[in-house]
């Protein structure tokens, strides 16, 4: 009966042995289970992550007009510009221009649209090299005030109504009056707004030029303002010696003078004082 009573604890001692072998391997094989789905999880948020962030920028290829230029001031030319994008997103355009009639500075013509084309009915003021740019971006990289890639192309326009031309009857603008919002004289360092009025018989856009002549400018005529469609002029005299200036308004509506000269003006005298320093 001992004997008996011993087998059987022995072969009892072994079946629990076995079953919790079996545990703890059936453990060990659920854990590595887990640890590979965690895994790949991990490596599949990783590729994502790494695929977006290697979008790539579009690529402006072309910009074409309608018309080869040069082209007579008053007629019309359609731009159109191509880009390609890698991955095929939606490309925004955007299109620029630079040249006289925007005193040689960059302005956009068109806000961001998925409109690749843009039309510009040309001016006198228009008169010389332009240059018509194209921006693209895909909304993946650069904001709304910047772009991820741009072309451009010069455009010439000629004015065949011109000074000496005679092609067309055309009368110059006039200046009705140049006022500043300070009576003369002011202490050094206040800011003085001038204010333009000019009337044109044709109804012609103006453009206006502020100029200025003093003890700052060595007595010569220099340009404080661009050709500009703005008539107003703010002259901060912080920045300007003490003494008698005059401000001279010039301007042209673009069939006549060119823009070294213009089409009429008118003077202002102004004097700015220094402020006594008491020791």
Known sequence: ????????????????IFLIVMLICSSQAITTKDLLTAGNAKN????????????????????????????TAGSSVTWTGFAYDPEGDKLLYQFWINGPMTGNAWKPMTNWDVNNSWNW???????????????????????????????????GIINLAGAGGGSRLNLKPTILSVKSDRKSPQYRG???????????????????????????????????????????????TGTSRAGAYMIDVWVRDGY???????????MTPFVVMQKAIIL
């Not at 333009?196 to 012609?204: G, N, R």
């Not at 006549?256 to 008118?266: G, N, R, V």
Request: aromatic letters at 8%; glycine letters at 8%; hydrophobic letters at 35%.
């Open 121 to 155: 009915t040309t001016s006198p003021l228009d008169t010389g090299t332009n240059i018509i740019e194209v921006r693209v971006r895909d909304e993946r990289h650069e904001g709304p005030w910047g772009h991820d890639s741009h072309i451009s192309a010069e455009y």
């Open 256 to 266: 006549h003078a060119d823009t070294e000269y213009y089409d009429a003006s008118m």
């Open 44 to 71: 599949s948020g990783a590729m994502a992550s790494i695929a977006g962030s290697m979008n790539q920028p579009p690529i402006a290829k072309s910009l074409t007009p309608d018309v080869e230029g040069p082209l």
């Open 190 to 236: 206040t800011k003085v707004t001038w204010t333009a009025k000019a009337s044109d018989p044709d109804k012609d856009t103006i453009l206006f030029q502020f100029v200025l002549k003093g003890p700052s400018t060595e007595e010569q005529w220099l340009p404080m303002t661009n050709w500009t469609t703005s008539n107003v002029w703010t002259w901060d």
């Open 1 to 16: 009966m001992i004997g008996l009573k011993e087998g059987n604890c022995g072969r009892i001692l072994f079946v629990c």
